[in-house]
């Protein structure tokens, strides 16, 4: 059995002048949390990491807005986190997987 991998966000890169890049020291990596509504478009963003320059992490903000997602079954909102890179070298950008939650059992919460 064949399992289909789901289909990639249309992803939307921040369009940064080379001037700007050059300025960059390493990488200048900016978060944004989108919540994604039930036909794959996101509705609203928040910087979890804005970095520390309010210009990239505007541009990243700006982005991620035009960003759009796999319709879902549900009618639930959904949770993403992108992962915006800026270096000399160019822009990239990615979906952070999900963090793992542990689950508690009754027995466990007792500790």
Same mark, same amino acid.
Not at 38 to 57: C, E, H, L, M
């Given at each position: 059995?064949?399992?289909?991998?789901?289909?990639?966000?249309?992803?939307?890169?921040? =369009?940064?002048?080379?001037?700007?890049? =050059?300025?960059?020291?390493?990488?200048?990596?900016?978060?944004?949390?989108?919540?994604? =509504?039930?036909?794959?478009?996101?509705?609203?963003?928040?910087?979890?990491?804005?970095?520390?320059?309010?210009?990239?992490? @505007?541009?990243?903000?700006?982005?991620?807005?035009?960003? +759009?997602?796999?319709?879902?079954?549900?009618?639930?909102?959904?949770?993403?986190?992108?992962?915006?890179?800026?270096?000399?070298?160019?822009? +990239?950008?990615?979906?952070?997987?999900?963090?793992? +939650?542990? @689950?508690? +059992?009754?027995? =466990?919460?007792? @500790?």
């Amino acid at each position: 059995m064949v399992v289909a991998e789901p289909p990639k966000p249309a992803e939307v890169i921040p =369009d940064v002048p080379q001037s700007a890049l =050059d300025t960059v020291r390493g990488t200048i990596r900016v978060i944004i949390r989108v919540t994604i =509504d039930k036909d794959g478009n996101v509705v609203a963003t928040s910087a979890d990491v804005p970095g520390p320059s309010r210009y990239f992490a @505007r541009l990243s903000t700006e982005a991620a807005k035009k960003w +759009t997602f796999a319709p879902a079954d549900s009618e639930e909102r959904r949770i993403e986190r992108l992962m915006f890179n800026f270096a000399r070298a160019g822009v +990239t950008a990615d979906v952070l997987p999900h963090p793992r +939650t542990e @689950r508690t +059992t009754p027995a =466990d919460s007792s @500790r």
